[in-house]
Nanobody, 121 residues
Framework: VQLQASGGGLVQAGDSLRLSCVAS????????MGWFRQAAGKEREFVAA????????SFKDSVKGRFTISRDNAKNTVYLQMNSLKPEDTAVYYC???????????????WGQGTLVTVSS
């Protein structure tokens, strides 16, 4: 069972990035997916989540209107489209899989390795 996140990088404020997370070794459609992030010296925080069939999404307040989460069940992949990036979005971003779409990190049972997003001002 593995989640492989990718797509991070160094961008300037106002730019966009799309993160991808490919799942393997699990039945993807049985899992809700979430994105979390952890900035240096801070606790991990919820960013976005999507239900198993993609019908329901939720977001951290500070990213609403800028970030979009989506999934392609045929490709076992979840995406996080990040627009209008700000320096405070700088963090390591992790994807996670769990039985429910929730902002509680401890409800997710499988975690990816993280991808670093750095936003310069």
């Amino acid at each position: 069972v593995q989640l492989q996140a990718s797509g991070g990088g160094l961008v300037q404020a106002g730019d966009s990035l799309r993160l991808s997370c490919v799942a393997s070794g699990l039945t993807f459609t049985r899992y809700a997916m979430g994105w979390f992030r952890q900035a240096a010296g801070k606790e991990r925080e919820f960013v976005a989540a999507i239900s198993r069939n993609g019908d329901n999404t939720s977001f951290k307040d500070s990213v609403k209107g800028r970030f979009t989460i989506s999934r392609d069940n045929a490709k076992n992949t979840v995406y996080l489209q990040m627009n209008s990036l700000k320096p405070e979005d700088t963090a390591v971003y992790y994807c996670a899989a769990g039985p429910l779409s929730t902002y509680y990190s401890d409800r997710y049972t499988v975690w990816g390795q993280g991808t670093l997003v750095t936003v310069s001002s």
